[in-house]
C-alpha cells in the first residue's frame, strides 16, 4: 500500500464513524430472501432517531481495531465497510455479474455515532440522504455511470466536512 492511501485511510478513520453491532429490522432476514428485510421507509433510522449511548462506536467507547488501536466511531467504522463494499460492487458490476445490494447495509449512516457528534446534523443527513438515493439506483441498475454516483455523493460529503479522505475517494471512481 502506497504512503498516501495509507495516509487518506488514517484520515478517512479520524473523520468517520462505524455502526456497532445491533439487532434491528436491517439485520433480520427473511427465510425466503437472501437479501436483509429492510423497512420501506426509513423511520428507524434517520436524523431523529436517537444514538444510544454505551454501545461500541459511541463516545467513550470505541471500535479498537490493528487499524486504530485508538478506536473508531461507528460511523467511520461503517465508512470502511462502505469502501469494501464498493471496491467488490465494481469488481463484479464491470464483469457484469450480479452484485448484493448495498443500501441495507449503507443506510445505517444515518444513525451511526459520528466521531463529532455535533456533525450529525440536518446538513449531514441531507448528504446522507442524496448518497443513499444514488445507493438505491446503483442496487436496482448497477453500472459505471450509477457507480460513480455513489462516489460523486461520497465526495460532495467529504468536501463538506472531513476533507482528508478526499484524494483516496477519488481513486475509487470508475474510469
Not at 455502526?19 to 434517520?46: E, F, K, L
Not at 441498475?141 to 455523493?153: H, L, S
Not at 465526495?155 to 474510469?175: K, N
Request: charged fraction near 20%; include cysteine.
Amino acid at each position: 500500500m502506497r504512503p498516501t492511501t495509507l495516509a487518506i485511510l488514517f484520515a478517512l478513520a479520524a473523520c468517520s464513524t462505524e455502526p456497532a453491532p445491533t439487532t434491528s429490522p436491517a439485520a433480520v432476514t427473511d427465510a425466503s430472501s437472501p437479501v436483509p428485510a429492510t423497512p420501506t421507509g426509513d423511520d428507524d433510522c434517520n436524523l431523529d432517531t436517537p444514538l444510544v449511548p454505551g454501545i461500541p462506536g459511541s463516545p467513550g467507547h470505541l471500535i479498537v481495531s490493528p487499524r486504530n488501536p485508538n478506536g473508531d466511531s461507528e460511523l467511520a467504522v461503517l465508512m470502511r465497510q462502505f469502501v469494501d463494499d464498493l471496491r467488490e460492487v465494481r469488481v463484479l458490476a464491470e464483469a457484469e455479474q450480479a452484485v448484493k445490494p448495498l443500501y441495507p447495509v449503507h443506510r445505517k449512516m444515518r444513525c451511526a455515532w459520528p466521531t463529532k457528534v455535533e456533525e450529525r446534523d440536518a446538513g449531514f443527513d441531507a448528504r446522507a440522504q442524496a448518497y443513499l438515493a444514488n445507493v438505491r439506483v446503483f442496487d436496482a441498475a448497477p453500472g459505471q455511470g450509477t457507480y460513480n454516483a455513489m462516489i460523486a455523493g461520497c465526495i460532495a460529503c467529504h468536501a463538506q466536512s472531513c476533507g482528508g479522505p478526499l484524494d483516496f475517494i477519488e481513486t475509487m471512481l470508475w474510469r
